[in-house]
């Protein structure tokens, strides 16, 4: 069983910046691929960028050249940190960690709201 909290919504100014967090508890955690995934009203939960094993990070294009993942093995914790952000990128936020025999598990969301 992994357990995932999400931290650092809010509301931002279309261009400003925003760091989100999600800690980690479990077992065998750096086996997890992680990520972050959003999901607008009306909308499908969309990938917005994951991290693999070391460094390997894949973006969707939405967010390519804003958006940094990364993942501090030591906290258990995985970053997005949001730069530019639109009113687009509005949407609760959910952080997620998978393994092909561990399962697949899902935060509880975290609401980013970017609207002047």
């Known amino acids: 069983q992994v357990q995932l909290v999400e931290y650092g919504g809010g509301l931002v100014q279309p261009g400003g910046s925003l760091r989100l967090s999600c800690t980690a508890s479990?077992?065998?955690?750096?086996?997890?691929?992680m990520g972050w995934y959003r999901q607008a009203p009306g909308n499908q939960r969309e990938r917005v960028a994951i991290i693999g094993w070391g460094t390997t990070t894949t973006y969707a294009d939405s967010v390519k050249g804003r958006f940094t993942i990364s993942r501090d093995y030591a906290e258990s914790t995985l970053y997005l940190q949001m730069n530019s952000l639109k009113p687009e990128d509005t949407a609760v936020y959910y952080c997620n960690a998978e393994h092909p025999q561990f399962g697949n598990y899902w935060g509880q969301g975290t609401q980013v709201t970017v609207s002047s």
């Open positions: 479990g077992s065998f955690l750096s086996r997890y691929v």
